[in-house]
């Protein structure tokens, strides 16, 4: 997406690197209100389900959304007992608060969160995160709309579900199936980005996330689910019908005003050579030439009506004039928003101010083709006239489109070498928010090797090797420091905390380094 603003901070995708085991790769978010019946068999078999098929270490986390039943003693028998589980407990309830919290603060490089009553059938588990966890994608969602997914629930559920994800196709234009399906995932480098952006701490939590995640052009990997619905859910749906709602307008009137900062969302393109630059094509001329076509062909509309109108108390000159000003305004709005990608009211002013030196040379060549009818014809026929404009507004189109990509919304990036590495266009979080290290979870301040000690790794040798590896910026001491070390605690501790004091807090965007755990180097016992 193209903006006046510099390119966003995530870097391109990459396949999450081999890591000891133990260190928790995937952490799975069961957010919780009163569920003092449903905790412990869900938790227990989302563990075996874990263990037996996932080839990497994992950790469960239960958020638990100021319970007022036994569920935080339920929740804290199960971290006691199982030590992949660990809970925290939220004062205020919301499964948005609870996700932004624990996701913000949660060290594991894949995130994801699913329902209490394991609706979803967990086979899908391994299929949501692997696009993750491989680099294909940025965000996963499970879906029971696809064609192949296999849904058991009530006529009532099924149709207000698929009446809400129409209405999110029809005013916010979203692509992605299914919005509401509690079974999602994220990489944590996209959620450090993400999350702040997202205001609703609710149930649209999940839909806010996906809309801008897709208007920011991120990757999101649909799995089909199948999908048993809880009778005994106690989601009320008029009262969270309603509060989507209302957060559809508001995400839609934000979209519309530009006020959204998505550009921090940009992602350059990975090593794919189908990526990669080709030489001699400008990018985007296709797209741009079609939304320009478009926008042009309805101002020329918009002119013609204009100038009859303004013909029928007017002389011909005076009328073009007016008419060709008004479109022209509109014409370069809507060009600079549809054709060229830029959002926001960061250099519009400019932009209009250069479209009318654009207009300038429109109102001469269309002037000039009536003058010269004028000089053929004292008194031409108004078909006559309107053909004539049509001709110049044709050759004027051309030039304007030549100006309006090579002058007025210039692609800045264009000038970059192809092969410049990301940290170029992507200023490392480390030289602007220096900081980040002071929120940082205690595992970096008892690393070997501290930022603080060794700055010089991130600016002047960003591919030397070092002895955590060779990948830049890998120097990250999550391969040394002990899984008690985890801003999460010892996995037996129940850590308390108020929403919103983790969501605040934003690390260093280091990537572990990940290996398949292997049962028998760390554990005598046989799990088969």
């Known amino acids: 997406m193209r903006t006046d603003s510099s390119p966003g901070t995530l870097p391109a995708r990459e396949h999450l690197p081999a890591a000891p085991a133990g260190t928790p790769v995937l952490d799975v978010v069961i957010p919780v209100y009163n569920e003092e019946k449903d905790l412990q068999p869900c938790v227990r078999r989302l563990h ?206 934000a979209l519309a005003t530009g006020s959204l900062p998505l550009d921090r969302l940009a992602r350059p393109f990975g090593d794919d050579p189908r990526d990669r630059d080709i030489k001699d094509v400008p990018k985007g001329l296709a797209r741009q030439l079609v939304g320009f076509c478009v926008v042009g062909a309805l101002s020329t509309l918009f002119y013609l009506l204009l100038y009859s109108g303004f013909r029928a108390f007017t002389g011909s000159q005076v009328a073009n004039a007016l008419a060709l000003l008004v479109s022209a305004v509109a014409n370069t709005a809507a060009n600079r928003r549809l054709t060229f990608g830029v959002r926001g009211r960061g250099g519009a002013v400019r932009h209009q101010a250069q479209g ?80 980040l290290y002071d929120r940082a979870p205690a595992s970096y301040d008892r690393a070997p090797a501290s930022y603080d000690t060794a700055p010089a790794s991130y600016d002047t040798a960003p591919h030397e090797t070092s002895r955590y590896g060779t990948t830049p910026y890998d120097t990250a001491p999550y391969d040394t420091a002990p899984y008690d070390t985890a801003p999460f605690g010892t996995p037996y501790d129940t850590t308390r905390f108020r929403a919103g004091e983790a969501a605040d807090g934003t690390w260093p965007d280091a990537t572990p380094r990940l290996q398949p755990v292997r049962r028998h180097d760390t554990d005598s016992r046989d799990f088969r």
Not at 142 to 150: F, H, K, N, W
Not at 168 to 194: E, H, P
Not at 389 to 407: C, D, G, H, K, S
């Open 48 to 253: 075996e389900h874990l263990a037996r098929t996932f080839p990497y270490a994992f950790r469960i986390t239960i958020a638990d959304n100021a319970s007022t039943d036994t569920t935080p003693q339920v929740a804290g028998r199960l971290a006691a007992e199982i030590p992949e589980v660990t809970t925290f407990r939220l004062e205020q309830k919301g499964r948005g608060r609870a996700l932004r919290a624990v996701w913000s603060a949660s060290d594991a490089p894949v995130l994801a969160y699913m329902d209490v009553d394991l609706s979803t059938d967990l086979n899908a588990l391994l299929p949501l995160v692997a696009p993750l966890i491989s680099g294909h994608s940025d965000l996963a969602i499970g879906s029971r709309l696809a064609r192949s997914s296999r849904v058991v629930r009530g006529p009532k559920r099924e149709f207000i579900s698929r009446a809400y994800n129409l209405i999110l196709r029809g005013s916010l234009q979203a692509r992605f199936s299914d919005a509401q399906c509690g079974f999602k995932a994220i990489r944590r480098d996209v959620a450090q980005v993400l999350l702040p952006l997202v205001e609703d701490t609710g149930w649209f939590f999940d839909t806010e996330m996906l809309v801008l995640a897709e208007r920011a052009g991120l990757r999101i990997h649909e799995v089909p689910v199948d999908w048993v619905d809880d009778p005994d859910s106690t989601v009320h749906i008029v009262k969270t019908a309603t509060d989507d709602l209302k957060g559809v307008w508001r995400v839609g009137r």
């Open 356 to 435: 009318l030196v654009v207009f300038g040379i429109g109102l001469a060549l269309t002037s000039g083709s009536l003058v010269a009818l004028n000089a053929a014809t004292s008194e031409p026929a108004h078909s006559t006239e309107l053909a004539v404009l049509i001709a110049a507004n044709l050759a004027a189109t051309v030039l304007r489109f030549l100006l309006f990509r090579a002058w007025v919304f210039p692609d800045r990036r264009e000038d970059e070498s192809p092969m410049s590495p990301p940290y170029d266009r992507a200023p490392a979080p480390y030289d602007r928010a220096p900081a």
